[in-house]
């Protein structure tokens, strides 16, 4: 096996590990609702996409009780 033949700066250590941290999901507000969504997906809120309904959310609650 390999030994490295001089150390890292502590500097350049934690950089390389910044690449493997996991970033904060980012959410948006949703305009017709105003909870908070992901980008570019329809809001599970109200069921809304781009100012129009993509899924009926009452249908799918009432689906879900049967
Ligand atoms: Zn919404």
Same mark, same amino acid.
């Given at each position: 096996?390999? @030994? /490295? =033949?001089?150390?890292?700066? =502590?500097?350049?250590?934690? !950089?390389?590990?910044?690449?493997? !941290?996991?970033?904060?999901?980012?959410?948006?507000?949703? /305009?017709?609702? #105003?909870? *908070? =969504?992901? !980008?570019?997906?329809?809001?599970?809120?109200? #069921?809304?996409?781009? #100012?129009? *309904?993509? @899924?009926?959310?009452?249908? *799918?609650?009432?689906?879900?009780?049967?």
């Amino acid at each position: 096996m390999s @030994v /490295p =033949k001089q150390r890292h700066t =502590k500097q350049r250590r934690d !950089a390389k590990r910044d690449r493997f !941290a996991i970033d904060q999901v980012k959410t948006q507000t949703c /305009p017709k609702c #105003g909870k *908070e =969504k992901l !980008a570019h997906r329809v809001c599970a809120h109200c #069921g809304f996409y781009k #100012g129009k *309904e993509v @899924v009926n959310t009452v249908k *799918e609650t009432t689906k879900k009780q049967k």
